[in-house]
């Protein structure tokens, strides 16, 4: 079964817009970590934002707000006033620990948001 | 700072040859990761390691792939044998243990393709 589920392949926002991009997890875990990262064209992960499981508030970094709803095991990216800058692949990651004591990302299929001037 | 660099940024190769990626980490980062991002997919997890502990190999998808991490820096990982299904974009990341819990930094990937 699938860990991260992202539903949405391609998402388009009109600049200046606000847009959520989705994204539902699955773990047995009580202790794990929910991370956002975009990939531009130019192919470099850069890191977005992050949610631990036992954060009671919602992270927020700049325009970037994580509506983590952790019943519901959802974790979505809300990204604020876009800008044509922010069209790229977004990639939602939990970190586990695996059986060897080690902590692994496990990403979902990305969801390719376009900004639309 | 310098971020975490990665040689060849490409690299073709014929099917059946071996090849070598390397990953330089952020300085004093002591988490290194590989993952590998076939065509239009998200990241898969290939090996992680932490220090001088043993490595996770977990994430290996056989025995022709292997790494290893010199004196807790540089890391190479080998691909033996390539196949065409190997094709991919390899991403090495590297974390502070202190920060582990919470960012990777990655580097910008090397591309390979076997023909």
């Known amino acids: 079964a699938q860990k991260i589920t992202q539903t949405q392949p391609g998402m388009f926002v009109q600049e200046k817009e606000a847009v959520t991009l989705d994204c539902t997890y699955d773990?047995?875990?009580?202790?794990?970590?929910l991370f956002w990262y975009k990939q531009p064209s130019s192919g470099e992960m850069i890191f977005l934002i992050y949610q631990g499981s036992y954060d009671e508030q919602n992270a927020t970094e700049g325009r970037y707000s994580l509506n983590f709803q952790k019943a519901r095991k959802s974790a979505n990216l809300v990204i604020s006033a876009s800008q044509l800058g922010d069209s790229a692949m977004y990639f939602c990651?939990?970190?586990?620990?695996?059986?060897?004591?080690?902590?692994?990302?496990?990403f979902g299929k990305g969801t390719k948001l376009s900004v639309i001037p | 700072g310098a971020g975490v660099s990665q040689s060849p940024s490409n690299k073709v190769t014929e099917k059946g040859k071996d090849v070598e990626l390397r990953c330089d980490p952020i300085s004093g980062h002591t988490a290194l990761y590989w993952y590998r991002q076939s065509l239009g997919q998200g990241l898969e997890f290939l090996i992680y390691f932490q220090g001088n502990s043993a490595p996770d190999k977990s994430g290996l998808p056989s025995d022709r792939f292997s790494a290893e991490r010199t004196g807790g820096s540089v890391s190479t990982l080998t691909i033996q044998r390539t196949q065409q299904e190997d094709s991919a974009v390899y991403l090495c990341a590297s974390s502070s243990s202190r920060d582990s819990l919470y960012e990777q930094y990655f580097g910008p990937g090397t591309r390979l393709t076997v023909t």
């Open positions: 773990t047995s875990d009580q202790s794990y970590g």
């Open positions: 990651a939990m970190r586990e620990v695996t059986g060897a004591g080690s902590y692994q990302l496990t």
